[in-house]
């Protein structure tokens, strides 16, 4: 059986007394579009940054590609092929979209001239070919996104981790912005995503965990997952699935 | 260089670098006034000081505040390989260079390492200026608070010339290095990966960037370019003493000039050097020598366009938009 | 190495010393923690009021200690004034760029002075400018041990008012949350107005105990401008009682060091101590922030 691209073990982090992440093991296969999911506070994005580099676990371990990264910086797990974006976009202001993405470019191509000519291209995939001389700060909220996704998607990534890529949009945009993840699923990249919009979870991924206090509560497909007690009461409290099946019930 | 893009745009600049240097080298063959000469070989020398700190300041977003760190390393280092080491100048010019571009390397990998950022690294550099400025005073092969005279002898194998020309020429040559950095900067892969460090460190990692070697490399390059105008300052007047080595007239000169020409840019550099110098001059025409005029035009002007114009006189079309987009004031 | 006596004497001086490097810290400690600003432009405030001071004694024959209310007041409005027409209006959402205002700021009043007093080194006599007490073996000069009660009183007034009046308490609730402040109808440019103006009013309490047993020439501003930010961070960005503390603990290195390496290498070790402290532990003893 061939190992997953990215194997998480027993993550731990703690903040002070506060226990962010708690002892979470997951495994992403190769080619999968995936999502975490869960209440606010979760965990997600402390998860995120714990299997990026950008937080250095208090115990566990990340396996990537077949190494070990476990901490490993950012940098370094970009290089190996693991990119993300970001639950608040960071996107390099002054420079224009075409400037920004081709940064991601670089990391595979030192020359400028064919970098910003790549960066044309990703623009195209993602749909932000109009905009490529603009400034990013000139960019609606939609554009942020989708620049976000497109320089993470630039570094040609194995494993895109997209935090929440469809916060902050409308329907619209919402409906034009899940196809165009699955494309970038489609042509080869393994995406796990944090998301909120339970739509697009339901659409696009094919296995769910669900994060809840800082543990793994739940996983499995899309319906299994949104029928389970544990999940449905992380997100609504308590008791509520006893009560929605009582009130169901003729 | 493997990386640098040439490009209709990066094609254009570099003409427009080389027309400078042309226009400016040809400059003594058409006029012999000793006093126009040295109005440009000393706005020129202001120049290269803007461009220094403009690589680590506009293109890496760190600012120092005591980038005459640099500047009085490489000029004793100049003055003793030639007093002490009996070195020649031109000998002692890359032990100059090298050497501030070594202090650099030095404050950037402990500064970096330690992920200064912002007014922490601003205050860092100018202890560091400091501390050096009082080593130098203490200390003996230094000349003390005397500070060292490198004697008269005019010739060119001593990189002392008989005219303000062959001085002229020699600041040229390190503008125009200076200018070809930049273009480089903007032109190349590590100048996109400096900015990107720049405008969002984090979004720069995600993507492969190393913000520490970015920066370091940066702070080596502009060490290296403040290391040779203070070299040049040391040929020029033959003198240095720990007060101008260290203090914080070059510090402010550099970082007041990069930032009212456009920080991050090629020419702005350039324009804001001249504009100060040209300024600075008016001043003394109609003022006198008066201790302090040029430092008070310095801070007033900075003040002015911290607050007006941000991005500096070369920017000066985008602060404008910004302002009418209404995207002024927000505290914090 | 030295005999106790001397030792002693320069460790009570060095307390005397920290006791107005404290005070001068308090004041930067203020506008860090509420206006979140690396004030750049202290030392030069603080040399513009040693200035204030100086001429009310030579001109108007007004003696520092009597001066002082005089200079408080005047130094809160100047602060007040200069964060309300220039500081604030160089924001736009960037610290670089209120750290490169107050540097503007600095270098104006640094050079501004230069032009019209000159580049002299003046200080004041008074009757008590020389007379000395004696505490176990030292000799304490009369204006460190007025500066020294003075600056203590001072800090304590301080810390009265940002705890017990409605002012402190607005101002520490836009030091935390300016947003909800807003909310809850406080005028937070004018709080930020005031806490600048608090801030700068301690430095004229300062200068009234300093120039006594001191100077004031230009350049001093610059000289006081790190020995504050080595003491604000070694007691730790935002906290008072650090401040307080790193006053003293700045004092006595800066005696000890002018006592074993001479007066300007003695400087080093307060510079050594600031790169120290932001490289390796950059929360300082009692800050929260890192």
């Known amino acids: 059986m061939t190992e997953a691209l990215l194997a998480i073990d027993r993550l731990s982090r703690s903040f002070g007394g506060l226990k962010a992440v708690q002892n979470v093991s997951l495994s992403v296969r190769e080619g999968s579009l995936s999502a975490l999911i869960g209440p606010n506070g979760a965990g997600k994005t402390t998860l995120f940054a714990l299997m990026s ?181 992380a997100y609504l409290g308590h008791g509520t699935a006893a009560r929605l099946r009582k009130a169901a019930a003729p | 260089m493997s990386g640098a893009r040439l490009s209709a745009q990066g094609a254009r600049q570099l003409a427009g670098i080389a027309l400078f240097a042309l226009a400016v080298a040809c400059l003594p063959l058409v006029t012999t006034s000793g006093a126009a000469l040295n109005f440009v070989m000393m706005a020129l020398y202001a120049t290269l000081l803007a461009q220094a700190w403009n690589i680590l300041g506009g293109f890496g977003g760190q600012f120092s505040f005591g980038h005459a760190l640099f500047f009085g390393t490489g000029a004793y280092i100049q003055a003793i390989a030639q007093l002490q080491g009996g070195f020649n100048a031109w000998l002692a010019l890359p032990m100059a260079v090298g050497g501030s571009a070594a202090v650099g390397l030095f404050v950037g990998a402990l500064s970096f390492r330690y992920g200064l950022k912002g007014s922490y690294f601003a205050l860092v550099t100018l202890a560091f200026a400091e501390v050096f400025r009082i080593v130098a005073l203490s200390v003996s092969f230094t000349g003390g608070g005397v500070g060292l005279m490198v004697p008269l002898r005019e010739s060119v194998a001593n990189m002392q010339f008989a005219t303000r020309a062959g001085y002229l020429w020699l600041v040229l040559a390190f503008v125009v290095a200076a200018l070809l950095v930049t273009w480089w900067l903007r032109n190349s892969r590590y100048g996109a990966y400096l900015q990107a460090v720049r405008d ?37 007047f033959q003198y240095i003493d720990p007060a101008i080595a260290y203090g914080s007239v070059t510090s402010v000169e550099a970082l007041v000039a990069a930032i009212v020409g456009g920080m991050g840019t090629l020419w702005g550099p350039v324009l804001g050097a001249v504009v100060l110098h040209v300024l600075a001059d008016l001043t003394r025409n109609l003022f006198g020598e008066l201790p302090g005029i040029n430092m008070v035009i310095y801070g007033v002007v900075l003040v002015l366009i911290v607050i007006f114009l941000p991005r500096g006189i070369g920017g000066i079309g985008l602060s404008v938009r910004e302002l009418w987009a209404g995207k002024g004031r927000r505290h914090d | 190495m030295f005999d106790p006596g001397i030792l002693f004497s320069s460790v009570l001086n060095g307390l005397t010393t920290g006791a ?97 007093f000159k580049s002299d080194t003046r200080n004041i006599d008074t009757a008590y400018s020389l007379s000395t007490v004696a505490i176990g073996p030292a000799m304490i000069a009369v204006p460190k041990l007025v500066a020294f009660a003075g600056a203590l009183v001072v800090s304590a007034l301080l810390f009265w008012v940002m705890g017990r009046t409605d002012l402190g308490r607005a101002i520490r609730a836009v030091a935390k949350e300016k947003e909800g402040a807003k909310l809850m109808g406080i005028d937070v440019d004018h709080v930020y107005a005031m806490s600048f103006g608090i801030g700068l009013a301690c430095l004229g309490a300062a200068a009234c105990f300093l120039l006594p047993a001191y100077y004031v020439n230009p350049q001093v501003g610059s000289g006081f401008v790190l020995v504050a930010f080595t003491i604000v961070v070694l007691g730790g960005m935002g906290s008072f009682v650090g401040a307080l503390v790193g006053g003293f603990l700045v004092g006595v290195v800066e005696s000890l060091g002018g006592l074993y390496l001479g007066e300007s290498l003695g400087q080093i070790g307060i510079f050594a101590i600031f790169i120290g402290v932001v490289l390796f532990r950059p929360q300082g003893m009692f800050g929260a922030r890192a």
């Open chain 1, 53 to 233: 580099g950008f937080l250095k676990p208090d115990s566990g371990s990340v396996r990537f590609a077949g190494q070990d990264i476990t901490g490993r910086e950012p940098h370094r797990n970009a290089l190996l092929g693991m990119t993300r974006t970001f639950q608040i976009v960071k996107p390099f202001a002054a420079q224009t979209v075409r400037e920004n993405i081709a940064v991601g470019v670089h990391l595979h191509e030192r020359s400028r001239g064919a970098a910003l000519q790549r960066a044309e291209q990703v623009a195209h995939q993602v749909g932000l070919a109009p905009q490529l001389d603009k400034p990013a700060s000139d960019l609606t909220v939609a554009g942020r996104k989708r620049l976000e996704l497109a320089r993470a998607l630039a570094a040609q990534p194995r494993l895109l981790l997209l935090d929440e890529v469809l916060a902050g949009l409308n329907p619209q945009e919402i409906a034009e912005m899940m196809p165009v993840v699955r494309g970038i699923a489609d042509s080869g990249v393994t995406v796990l995503m944090i998301e909120h919009v339970m739509q697009a979870v339901m659409h696009l991924a094919e296995h769910v965990w669900v994060l809840a206090q800082g543990q793994l509560i739940a996983q499995g497909s899309p319906a299994e997952v949104t029928s389970n007690d544990k999940v449905v009461e």
């Open chain 2, 200 to 236: 969002n460190e984090d979004a720069a990692r995600a993507v492969g960037v190393n913000p520490f070697r970015i920066k370091l490399a940066a702070i080596g390059l502009s060490g290296a370019f403040m290391g040779a105008a203070g070299a040049f300052y040391v040929q020029v």
């Open chain 3, 20 to 116: 107005v490097y404290a005070l001068i810290a308090l004041g930067l400690t203020l506008i860090y923690g509420v206006l979140h600003i690396i004030n750049f432009a202290h030392g030069a405030c603080l040399m513009l009021a040693l200035y204030a001071v100086y001429f009310l004694k030579e001109r108007l024959g007004i003696d520092p200690y009597l001066a002082l209310p005089l200079v408080v007041a005047a130094m809160f409005v100047f602060g007040y004034a200069l964060q309300r027409i220039v500081i604030n209006r160089a924001g736009h959402g960037k610290d670089e760029n209120i750290l490169l205002a107050t540097l503007g700021i600095a270098i104006v009043l640094e050079n501004l002075a230069l032009l019209f």
